[in-house]
């Protein structure tokens, strides 16, 4: 079963706008939260990551918001560029090292 | 530095056949894991391997199993190989294993059941 949810497939903003990506999750054991880019014929890479013990990350261009009550993760990018334009995947951890990922959202920077 | 890297890039098996995937990770990681990504879907936890001990398991059955070697490499091996398995199977390699250790994702192996 899906426990982290991504439910839109794709996003298209304009150049220099902000991105604004979200992801649910439903298991409460959940202690860790990554996203991690990927571009095609690639691996994933990782991005930017959270502990549940915070609300708030922020690196650069990049900050992911925690919402613990809500169980809602989202990624902001902020202004948004044309390489940032790939797909976008949620992870979540268990303990035990038990990595759950969403199914993606591409993202399209529009020049 | 190199990075992670998965062999064979793509694999064709018949159902009932068994199939073998290899990973070599990051030079200096010790953990390994093995996610499948198939049509539709996040990508499904399937075994996490640290220090060549398999350290914990997704929900898939017996006929998904694996190994780490002394070099830290790994193979994942699936058994009576079913259409459903087809799948792009993606490995990983951190360097321990920690919470926070980023993993690291090599190009995956595209596996088709026929």
């Known amino acids: 079963d899906q426990q982290v949810k991504q439910n839109s497939p794709s996003l298209s903003v304009q150049e220099g706008r902000i991105s604004i990506l979200n992801c649910d999750y439903t298991?409460?054991?959940?202690?860790?939260f990554l996203w991690y880019k990927k571009y095609p014929a690639e691996g994933p890479t990782f991005l930017i990551s959270i502990s549940s013990i915070k609300d708030k990350n922020e690196d650069g261009r990049f900050t992911v918001f925690l919402n613990k009550s809500a169980k809602h993760l989202s990624l902001h990018i902020v202004p948004s560029q044309p390489g940032d334009s790939a797909v976008y995947f949620c992870?979540?951890?268990?303990?035990?090292?038990?990595?759950?990922f969403g199914t993606g959202t591409s993202l399209t920077v529009i020049p | 530095e190199a990075g992670v890297t998965q062999s064979p890039t793509h694999l064709i098996k018949t159902r009932g056949q068994q199939a073998t995937l290899r990973c070599s990770p990051i030079s200096g990681h010790t953990s390994v894991y093995w996610y499948q990504q198939a049509l539709g879907l996040g990508l499904q936890f399937l075994l996490w391997?640290?220090?060549?001990?398999?350290?914990n398991r997704g929900n898939f059955p017996p006929r998904f199993s694996g190994r780490q070697f002394p070099n830290y490499s790994s193979e994942l091996n699936v058994n009576a190989l079913e259409l459903e398995d087809s799948a792009l199977y993606l490995c990983a390699s951190s360097l321990g294993a920690g919470v926070y250790n980023e993993q690291f994702f090599g190009p995956g192996t595209r596996l088709t059941v026929l």
């Open positions: 298991n409460s054991m959940f202690d860790y």
């Open positions: 992870a979540a951890r268990r303990p035990g090292n038990q990595f759950y």
């Open positions: 391997y640290d220090e060549g001990e398999e350290r």
